[in-house]
């Protein structure tokens, strides 16, 4: 029996795809600090916990494929006070913001279109690109600039008659970067010009730092046709496991298309998204504090990569991931040579290696990204492994 060409050529997750070596540390009795996924252990709001533990519903019923009203009405007040000015008709209640990037590769490309992309880039567009049939197009940007987008002459060039959108991460997994309004404004013409679909991940809005502000697609002016807001409260509430997200556009043939994808897979989690609605409710001290804690852990983090000669990276404005290029060849070898070898008090490290973010082969190689989703003193204890183990990787493999 043959398995299908999406099955093999789906790809493994970078992320997640050295977690066999932490378990193997685990076992012998090794601490693991983990920097190689975005799980927070920042606590969840007492305020959603309630929902779950006060649930009164005798039963677990269907909800509307469309999401509850509740909870889509609770994100037209969401994003009104961010002066996004939508109805609860150019929403769609999604299982994460995963399904929502699903949804939105499948309603604007057809088998074997192209989405342009630019690297790196969440390792999970893969995975989605394959099961909607899409190719991604990539654009590389670059660890020396902040992996600042490209001018526009670059990205035209990238465009082809099977060009159907352009897809950004503002702010960035995993780079970190947020993109300028005039960055987005770009953005939008070449869409404009070239009738493109305009796809922005903003999972990471509210990580945003030293007075910085995201411009959403929503936001930009002439744009309601093209632009489709994906987004996900896994981060913003520190609820990984509660699997609720949306999908935003104006453009109501495509919304209505995108309905047709979330009534085949019936409904949305309802429970989650009833925890999620009282949760928006929130006042801004919450994020504000949630904020203050990040940046203390990428300031952290930051000063301690700089402190490593030849090490090459740019100090995220964003979301809670930075990309580090080692002065090493590879990055992935140098992870599991800790996992297995290296220990400070019997404690090691995981983090991602990067080469899975890029689509073209072989960047990345040297690169790793590192989750600064832990408090400061395990952040302290795990980037004193991470430069010590360094240092002596260099004198063992180099």
Same mark, same amino acid.
């Given at each position: 029996?043959?398995?299908?060409?999406?099955?093999?050529?789906?790809?493994? #997750?970078?992320?997640?795809?050295?977690?066999?070596?932490? @378990?193997?540390? !685990?076992?012998?009795?090794?601490?693991?600090?983990?920097?190689?996924?975005?799980?927070?252990?920042?606590?969840?709001?007492?305020?959603?916990?309630?929902?779950?533990?006060?649930?009164?519903?005798?039963? @677990?019923?269907?909800?509307?494929?469309?999401?509850?009203?509740?909870?889509? %009405?609770?994100? @037209?007040?969401?994003?009104?006070?961010?002066?996004?000015?939508?109805?609860?008709?150019?929403?769609?209640?999604?299982?994460?913001?995963?399904?929502?990037?699903?949804?939105?590769?499948?309603?604007?490309?057809?088998?074997?279109?192209?989405?342009?992309?630019?690297?790196?880039?969440?390792?999970?567009?893969?995975?989605?690109?394959?099961?909607?049939?899409?190719?991604?197009?990539?654009?590389?940007?670059?660890? %020396?600039?902040?992996?600042?987008?490209?001018? !526009?002459?670059?990205?035209?060039?990238?465009?082809? !008659?099977?060009?159907?959108?352009?897809?950004?991460?503002?702010?960035?997994?995993?780079?970190?970067?947020?993109?300028?309004?005039? %960055?987005?404004?770009?953005?939008?013409?070449?869409?404009?010009?070239?009738?493109?679909?305009?796809? #922005?991940?903003? @999972?990471? !809005?509210?990580?945003?730092?030293?007075?910085?502000?995201?411009?959403?697609?929503?936001?930009?002016?002439?744009?309601?046709?093209l632009a489709i807001l994906c987004d996900s409260v896994s981060k913003r509430y520190s609820a990984c496991g509660a699997r609720v997200g949306c999908i935003v556009s104006r453009n109501k043939e495509l919304m209505a298309a995108t309905l047709k994808f979330a009534q085949a897979r019936l409904c949305a989690p309802t429970i989650d998204q009833m925890a999620i609605a009282a949760c928006i409710g929130l006042p801004d001290s919450y994020i504000a504090d949630v904020l203050a804690e990040y940046d203390k852990r990428r300031n952290l983090v930051y000063d301690a990569l700089t402190k490593v000669e030849g090490l090459v990276c740019v100090k995220p404005r964003g979301a809670f991931y930075i990309i580090a290029k080692l002065p090493i060849e590879n990055a992935e070898d140098f992870i599991i040579w800790l996992l297995e070898n290296y220990r400070v008090n019997n404690e090691t490290i995981i983090m991602a290696p990067a080469e899975g973010f890029y689509a073209t082969p072989g960047l990345g190689r040297n690169e790793l990204r590192i989750a600064y989703i832990l408090n400061t003193e395990d952040l302290t204890k795990a980037m004193h492994i991470f430069t010590t183990g360094l240092e002596e990787y260099k004198k063992v493999k180099l």
């Open positions: 029996m043959n398995l299908s060409k999406r099955a093999i050529e789906v790809q493994e #997750s970078p992320i997640r795809k050295l977690y066999p070596y932490a @378990v193997k540390a !685990r076992d012998k009795g090794v601490k693991i600090y983990s920097l190689n996924i975005g799980q927070p252990d920042i606590e969840t709001p007492e305020i959603m916990l309630d929902v779950f533990r006060n649930l009164q519903e005798k039963i @677990v019923a269907y909800g509307p494929s469309q999401g509850l009203d509740i909870y889509r %009405e609770a994100l @037209v007040h969401y994003f009104q006070h961010l002066n996004i000015f939508i109805n609860e008709n150019d929403i769609i209640g999604t299982t994460g913001g995963s399904e929502a990037l699903v949804f939105a590769m499948t309603v604007t490309c057809n088998q074997g279109e192209e989405i342009l992309v630019f690297e790196p880039f969440y390792t999970n567009y893969n995975g989605f690109a394959t099961m909607a049939d899409v190719r991604l197009r990539p654009i590389t940007t670059y660890a %020396e600039t902040g992996f600042a987008l490209p001018t !526009r002459e670059v990205i035209e060039k990238h465009i082809t !008659r099977k060009t159907r959108a352009i897809l950004i991460c503002n702010p960035g997994n995993p780079t970190g970067t947020v993109y300028t309004r005039a %960055e987005m404004e770009m953005l939008a013409e070449v869409c404009k010009k070239h009738h493109l679909y305009l796809i #922005s991940d903003e @999972v990471y !809005r509210e990580f945003v730092y030293e007075g910085e502000k995201v411009t959403s697609v929503l936001e930009l002016k002439g744009c309601e046709e």
